[in-house]
């Protein structure tokens, strides 16, 4: 069953992915762009997830590559997006504030010794094969990252639902839906870092199916002045 869980949370988020870019392609804005690169993230997490399942057992790659995609960056640039959505202008400025710390958090990641013995299971989606959480260390900085994210994610999406609810009921219904998206990806990591792992996959797929009709939605009713947000 976890491995059928898996599979569709595969198929899924890269289904999500291939549209969300296409639509950035066919008319480009910032929060189209932020959006993509977000769900290509979220597949690249379940897919190395999906791997280690099938090889029975993390390898370095897979495991980096896991924990850089989805444990520290799952939301941040979808709540960027959401950002965007609102405020291309801040989410831009934000951008580039971050940028700094994003890069640094790839290096730990990249260059933090593992430890796969300290896994509760050879394939469990946890960060505990990284040293304890330290500046140095890539378990301390996936706090920030996921913190700002989900709030960004939740908290405009609440905002721009009160915002339109009746001025612009499309672009509510639509915000409301990525409002929920926020809330099942935080109840996931949550749940993950208590130790309660096999729901990782469900709660992704969910999470992402909903942030994608939510921005499907949103992005129908945003008004470009020249193609562009």
């Given at each position: ?36 690169l ?22 370095p ?15 941040t ?18 951008l580039?504030v971050l940028?700094?710390?994003i ?5 730990l ?5 593992l ?8 394939y ?12 140095t ?7 920030p ?10 908290g405009?999406a609440?905002y721009?639902t009160?915002?339109f609810?009746r001025k ?15 809330l ?12 309660v ?33």
């Amino acid at each position: 069953m976890a491995m059928l869980l898996s599979l569709v949370a595969v198929a899924l988020s890269w289904a999500l992915f291939g549209p969300t870019f296409g639509r950035y392609r066919g008319r480009p804005s910032l929060h189209n762009a932020l959006y993509s690169l977000g769900l290509l993230l979220f597949a690249l997490a379940v897919s190395a997830e999906f791997l280690s399942k099938l090889l029975g057992a993390w390898n370095p790659f897979l495991y980096r590559l896991w924990y850089l995609t989805g444990a520290m960056h799952g939301v941040t640039f979808l709540g960027l997006g959401s950002l965007a959505l609102l405020n291309p202008k801040a989410a831009r400025g934000l951008l580039w504030v971050l940028l700094p710390f994003i890069l640094y958090g790839f290096y730990l990641v990249v260059s933090a010794p593992l430890d796969f013995s300290q896994l509760p299971a050879p394939y469990a989606p946890s960060g505990k094969a990284f040293p304890e959480p330290s500046l140095t260390s890539p378990r301390l900085w996936t706090i920030p990252f996921n913190l700002m994210g989900t709030v960004l994610l939740a908290g405009v999406a609440l905002y721009t639902t009160l915002l339109f609810w009746r001025k612009n009921p499309l672009r509510a219904r639509g915000t409301a839906l990525i409002f929920l998206a926020a809330l099942v990806l935080a109840s996931t990591s949550t749940l993950n870092r208590f130790g309660v792992v096999g729901l990782e996959e469900t709660g992704r797929a969910m999470g992402v199916a909903l942030l994608y009709l939510g921005v499907v939605l949103a992005d129908r009713s945003v008004q470009y002045a020249s193609g562009r947000a």
